[in-house]
């Protein structure tokens, strides 16, 4: 079972390595795609060993500008794509099928081979075209969904939400038994579930 895990430069970078290590639990094969920017991000907000943390995660790393990848075809047997965290700029890319590098190219074939692709929408707030972009990229089949916090859940940090995140996004992928925390009703004086 194969996974594209696709990194932009977007804020977040943390939920790439909180991605990679959910898809790692559900044991899944990661093709690994990180920008020039996300790099950079990487860096920055994560540390400067993370890139490394996160490509020794990975089965496969494959260049950004390598569009003759195997993750390019639809050919090539994935169960689907998570773009962690997906930038504004590579929404709109993906939105239009503007396949200009290995990450937009790789999340095209997903929409076309009707391969499921979630894209973890990093920007606040958010402008029309922000909207329009999403709207499109939900009606060629992607799934939208933006790093918000499951505030019900208490969490008791940040590590702790993001990787809430990352399993919640896996989970949209079908790959097997959900690893998300569920959400579980208080039960009240009197109330009986069954």
Same mark, same amino acid.
């Given at each position: 079972?194969?996974?594209?895990?696709?990194?932009?430069?977007?804020?977040?970078?943390?939920?790439?390595?909180?991605?990679?290590?959910?898809?790692?639990?559900?044991?899944?094969?990661?093709?690994?795609? /990180?920008?020039?920017? #996300?790099?950079?991000?990487?860096?920055?907000? @994560?540390?400067?060993?993370?890139?490394?943390?996160?490509? @020794?995660?990975?089965?496969?790393?494959?260049?950004?500008?390598?569009?003759?990848?195997?993750?390019? &075809? %639809?050919?090539?047997?994935? +169960?689907?794509?998570?773009?962690?965290?997906?930038?504004? *700029? &590579?929404?709109?890319?993906? =939105?239009?099928?503007?396949?200009?590098?290995?990450?937009?190219? +790789?999340? &095209?074939?997903?929409?076309?081979?009707?391969?499921?692709? /979630?894209?973890? +929408? *990093?920007? =606040?707030?958010?402008?029309?075209?922000?909207?329009?972009?999403?709207? #499109?990229?939900?009606?060629?089949?992607?799934?939208?969904?933006?790093?918000?916090?499951?505030?019900?859940?208490?969490?008791? &940090?940040? @590590?702790? +939400?993001?990787?809430?995140? =990352?399993? *919640?996004?896996?989970?949209?992928?079908?790959?097997?038994?959900?690893? #998300?925390? =569920?959400?579980?009703?208080?039960?009240?004086? %009197?109330? *009986?579930?069954?």
């Amino acid at each position: 079972m194969r996974v594209v895990l696709g990194v932009s430069g977007a804020s977040g970078a943390v939920l790439a390595l909180d991605c990679a290590r959910a898809l790692t639990r559900a044991g899944a094969e990661i093709d690994l795609v /990180v920008s020039a920017m #996300a790099e950079r991000t990487l860096a920055e907000e @994560a540390g400067p060993g993370a890139l490394r943390d996160l490509q @020794a995660l990975a089965t496969r790393v494959h260049a950004q500008r390598d569009l003759g990848a195997g993750i390019a &075809s %639809g050919s090539c047997p994935v +169960a689907g794509m998570i773009v962690a965290p997906c930038s504004m *700029r &590579s929404l709109a890319a993906i =939105a239009h099928g503007f396949d200009d590098g290995l990450l937009t190219r +790789a999340a &095209s074939v997903q929409l076309k081979e009707r391969r499921p692709l /979630v894209l973890l +929408a *990093r920007e =606040a707030p958010l402008t029309l075209a922000h909207l329009e972009n999403m709207q #499109a990229a939900t009606r060629m089949g992607a799934v939208i969904l933006p790093p918000v916090p499951a505030f019900y859940l208490r969490p008791q &940090s940040l @590590a702790e +939400a993001t990787a809430q995140i =990352a399993a *919640r996004a896996v989970d949209l992928l079908r790959l097997g038994p959900p690893l #998300a925390r =569920a959400w579980t009703p208080a039960q009240t004086d %009197g109330e *009986r579930h069954d």
